[in-house]
Structure formats: C-alpha cells, structure tokens
C-alpha cells in the first residue's frame, strides 16, 4: 500500500485542484506527482527520508506531498509563516534530507542549509520545475506502520512536538470519515481549502478526503470572509470544512459581503447555497456560534473532535446524524472510547472523565521522544487530555483540557464552565478563562473578555459580568478578574491558545 495512491482510479478529465494560477485534472495531478517522485529519487530521497514541505496551499504542496509519499519518505509540512527560528528548529528536529521551500520561505529554508554539511546536508527546492523535469517512478510499496506524516503539534502546552501518523492510520481515518452513505464525499463534491496543511485536519481531512473521493479542492492560501463567500458562490463550494472563527466570521459578514437567509436577495443560504455539509472542528464550537450560522444561511452546522495524535478525527456529529447543540458527536466506526477518572479508572456514567481513545488511526508515537510518548499510549490507548461526558445516545461533550483545568484551593475548576456563564452575557463576543498563580490559593480564575461592538466601552461591564459569576458559579469559580480586552489569541488552526493568555499575550501569536 502508498497513502499516495488515494489520486488513482479517478478519471483523468475531472477536475483535482482548483488554484489560483492553475487548474489541475486528475489525469494531469497523476502525471506530475509522477515525475515529481523521479525528481526526489534523482536529488537522492530514499525510504524513510525526511522531507519538509514548507509551502502554503497551492498546487505545489499538493503535488510534492503525494511525491514525497509515493517514494516512501516522510513528508514533514511547517509553516511558513513562522519566524526564521521557529522554521530552523523544526526542519533541524527532523533531520530533513530535503525541503521544498515557497517564495515566503526560501530564503530562510537557504540559510538553515547553510549550516548543515556532509552526511547532514540540506538539499532546497526552491522551484517545482526542479522536480517535474524528471522521468516519473513506481509507488514504493510501504506497510500500514510505516511512517507517513511527521505534523508538528500546537505546542499550547510547551515545546511543539511532531506528531508520528503512519500509513496506515492516515488511511484508516479517511475510511472512517466516509462511513455515513449520506454525507460521505462523493467525485462532483468540491471542498473549499483554506484550513492550512501544516495542520492535520487540512492535510488529512480537507486534502485527503476529497483525493479519496475523487472531488475538487479549490485552494485558498489565507481565509477573508468576503473573499470566502464570493469563492464558495463562484465555484459552487458543497463542502465547507473550518474552525470556529472562520464560521463566526461568515455568520457575522454583513449583507453586501453575501446575501444570506431572508435578505431578499437569493435562495435560502445566499452565497452558501451551493454547500451541503459545513463541519467546524480544530477546537470548540460555541453554540452562538453554531446557531448563528444556521440562522444566517439556514444551514445546520455540523461538529466533530479529533486531534492531530488521532490522524485526526475522533467523533463527529455527521455520523450521529444529530447536530446537538455544545456536543461533538459520536465515535467513528472503529474508534473506542474510554472515560478515566483520576484515579486511572473507568468514570461512573455520567461523571466527567479524561477521554481515552484507541483505534486504527491513533499514531505511533512523537518523533524521538520516548518519554512523551509512553506518557500518552497505554496499551494502544492514546490519552487525549481532554475531560468528557457522554450522554444516553453516546454523544460526546468535552468539558475541559485537563491541563486547562484551574486548581482553586483544592477544587477544580473547569474554565468552560465559566466561560459560558460569561458568554450568555449578550455583550460578550468571545472568552477565555485561565488559571495563574496564587500565593493563597495555588490558582485563581481569571477571564479575558472581548465585548461586542456596542458595549466595548461599558464603564460597568466588568461590574456585571462579575455579578453574573457570583449568581451563577461556585464561590471559588469566580474570576478573581476580569479583563476586557480587543482579541484573544488563537493558532492557524483556529485552537484558543490559553498559553499566550497565561504569559500575557492577547494579540495573535505571530
């Protein structure tokens, strides 16, 4: 098996790839992932090899990952637009033989090269030319455990660590995503790409699926609401695949930006009524949000959970066939699921417990490091960190990340539960609780508050939303403060990242 030969079998007129500069067939996508592997073999890519993919999403991503894959190396996709430093490490951490580097990125991919020599030297592709000029190769055959993807975690808990998917398990979690015979991906789908691919849920999800599926992906290397709903209306986007932000953003574009539901301009859903399914994934879905969505285009907003160690879909309201409100569905064919508490048992039912998950697509470890590894797989289970209930129908709903959760005293406090006391404030557009230190009580609460555009300059909003703490919490739940502020900081892959928070930070993390 080649997780790279998901692109075979379709036929070559109907259509891969939609970008900016170029539209791709299946037939054309073939024939340069083709001589895109004979360019790697000729720069002296063997099994195995590590080769890192800094680029955005546009055609040469998609093509020299399928390459990199279909020789039998491991592709490794970083940001490019991380600082230099942050592009250094990681490309260094792997060991990268290659790395195949966009116009953003070259010259700091030609520098980390600079330093390396011998048996350690950095080959850069600066230019896809450099590739497609060579006689295409056979798939090499590989083996379900063998590494395929080396994706780079969010780091919101410490030093990011890359994550070990293997073929196997990458193809495992695109058969199980498509079991629902209504709502699986079929050839005259097109998804709209704009999750980014250094992320696994745009690499394996958005990319993956549609390949399999033999549909479209038109590809969007930074998401603008205008620009996205003009996109989904010209090119009759049916799948919308995103993190809670994107969906907040088109739910809350105004009316010239899109026609939406009861405008008068249009069939119900405006600029969305090409789309039948839209997912949200990558962290929370606020149920304002999700209702929101549907109000404005009349389309139910489906969710799921997963996580990159998962590869990475876990649970997912589509193949529920209910999206209920504030849950994240149910388990994937395949996917078992625990609730532990803490002490290392199974929670009683209907208490909180950290989810456990354990099935075809869990990954084989972090790269190189034994340790972190042994500290989340016990006996093929992966410990996600995240706490969880589940209800009667086996619905999921996760309460909190249990490193998330704040210490008050001896109590614990789960800051999702005062985030939505907060947020069922009509003036609060978005929050974030996290715990600092305490010299009297080892943690206190403290919440970040955006306001809505009309109350973001009530003198008496902190007064109140306090008050509405006191009425509505426990004694040690409530904020000790509360600060408004313009933004939170979230990560590409729309993750709140409480991190930045606990040192400070309420701007965007680069």
């Known amino acids: 098996m080649n997780l790279a030969d998901i692109v075979e079998g379709h036929p070559d007129e109907a259509v891969a790839l939609v970008a900016s500069d170029r539209t791709l067939t299946y037939g054309q996508l073939r024939a340069e992932v083709g001589a895109a592997r004979g360019g790697l073999v000729r720069l002296g890519v063997r099994p195995d090899d590590r080769v890192a993919l800094v680029l955005p999403n546009g055609w040469p991503f998609v093509v020299a990952y399928l390459a990199v894959l279909g020789v039998g190396a491991v592709a ?5 637009s991380m600082p230099a430093p942050a592009v250094a490490q990681e490309i260094d951490m792997i060991r990268a033989r290659v790395a ?9 991919v030609r520098e980390v090269a600079q330093g390396r020599s011998g048996a350690t030297q950095l080959v850069v592709v600066g230019d896809m030319s450099e590739l497609l000029d060579a006689d295409p190769v056979p798939y090499v055959d590989r083996r379900p455990d063998d590494l395929a993807l080396l994706v780079f975690t969010a780091g919101t808990a410490g030093p990011a660590k890359a994550a070990m998917l293997t073929h196997g398990g990458l193809r495992a979690n695109l058969d199980q995503v498509q079991q629902h015979p209504g709502r699986a991906l079929v050839p005259n789908d097109v998804s709209y790409g704009v999750l980014p691919f250094f992320h696994v849920f745009g690499i394996n999800v958005v990319l993956g699926l549609s390949l399999l599926a033999g549909s479209s992906v038109v590809l969007v290397e930074r998401f603008d609401a205008a620009e996205a709903l003009a996109i989904i209306r010209e090119r009759r986007v049916t799948i919308l695949a995103g993190a809670p932000p994107m969906f907040r953003a088109l739910a809350a574009a105004s009316p010239g930006e899109g026609s939406g539901r009861g405008d008068g301009d249009g069939p119900p859903g405006g600029d969305l009524a090409s789309v039948r399914l839209a997912v949200s994934g990558a962290s929370a879905l606020p149920p304002e949000v999700a209702a929101a969505f549907e109000d404005r285009f009349g389309l139910p907003l489906w969710q799921g959970y997963g996580l990159t160690e998962a590869s990475p879909v876990v649970t997912s309201s589509v193949i529920g066939g209910v ?6 569905g149910v388990p994937l064919p395949g996917v078992k699921l625990r609730l532990v508490d803490e002490a290392g048992e199974d929670a009683l039912v209907s208490d909180p417990g950290e989810l456990w998950v354990k099935g075809p697509n869990v990954f084989a470890g972090y790269w190189e490091d034994p340790e972190a590894t042994a500290a989340v797989l016990t006996d093929g289970w992966l410990h996600t960190g995240d706490v969880a209930v589940v209800d009667d129908d086996g619905y999921v709903y996760l309460v909190d990340r249990l490193k998330d959760i704040v210490i008050v005293s001896g109590f614990n406090v789960y800051p999702a539960e005062v985030e939505d006391v ?7 557009d978005e929050v974030a609780v996290v715990g600092v230190a305490d010299a009297h009580t080892g943690e206190s609460v403290r919440a970040y508050v955006v306001a809505t555009a009309d109350a973001a300059g009530d003198p008496g909003l902190v007064d109140t939303l306090a008050a509405r703490c006191r009425a509505h919490l426990a004694p040690y739940e409530c904020p000790d403060a509360i ?4 933004s939170l900081p979230h990560g590409l892959g729309g993750k709140l990242l409480r991190r930045a928070l606990r040192q400070g930070s309420t701007g965007p993390p680069r």
Request: glycine residues 6%; without cysteine.
């Open 76 to 80: 490794v996709p970083i940001d490019p």
């Open 100 to 108: 195949i580097a966009g116009p953003a990125a070259e010259a700091v």
């Open 323 to 328: 999206p209920k409100p504030g849950s994240v």
């Open 422 to 428: 907060l947020r069922d404030d009509p003036r609060v």
């Open 483 to 486: 600060e408004i502020v313009d």
